[in-house]
Nanobody, 117 residues
Framework: VQLVESGGGLVQAGDSLRLSCAAS????????VGWFRQAPGKEREFVGR????????VYADSLKGRFTIFRDGVKNTVNLQMNSLKPEDTAVYYC???????????WGQGTQVTVSS
C-alpha cells in the first residue's frame, strides 16, 4: 500500500487545516489508517486512527475535540481535520496504514504543518 499526504502549510493560531492521506495499491488488505506527528526534537506521537472498514475512531486524549479523522470511501482517502490550531501543533504529520491492530505496515512521506502565534 502506498500513502501520500497532502494539505500541510503555514497557518495562524486558531485556524483550521485539513490533511489528506491518499491510499493506493492493495487497500483491500488494510485494517486501519492512522495519523502521527513529529515535532522538532521530539519523538513521533500518535494522533488518532480510523478503521478502514468503517467509522470507528480513536484519538490521543490531548487532541480530542479539536482533531477529527474521517474517511472518503470513494477517493480512498483518510482525512485529518484540525481545528483551533496551536503553535504546539507544529510538526510533520504522517499517515500510516496497518493490516492488523498490532502493526503499521506502510508510511507516507509526511507533510509539514506550521502554526504561527
Amino acid at each position: 500500500v502506498q500513502l501520500v499526504e497532502s494539505g500541510g502549510g503555514l497557518v495562524q493560531a486558531g485556524d483550521s487545516l485539513r490533511l489528506s492521506c491518499a491510499a493506493s495499491g492493495r487497500t483491500f488488505s488494510l485494517y486501519r489508517v492512522g495519523w502521527f506527528r513529529q515535532a522538532p526534537g521530539k519523538e513521533r506521537e500518535f494522533v488518532g486512527r480510523i478503521l478502514w472498514s468503517g467509522d470507528n475512531t480513536v484519538y490521543a486524549d490531548s487532541l480530542k475535540g479539536r482533531f477529527t479523522i474521517f474517511r472518503d470511501g470513494v477517493k480512498n482517502t483518510v482525512n485529518l481535520q484540525m481545528n483551533s490550531l496551536k503553535p504546539e501543533d507544529t510538526a510533520v504529520y504522517y499517515c500510516a496504514a496497518g493490516q492488523s491492530k498490532n502493526s503499521w505496515n506502510s508510511w507516507g512521506q509526511g507533510t509539514q504543518v506550521t502554526v504561527s502565534s
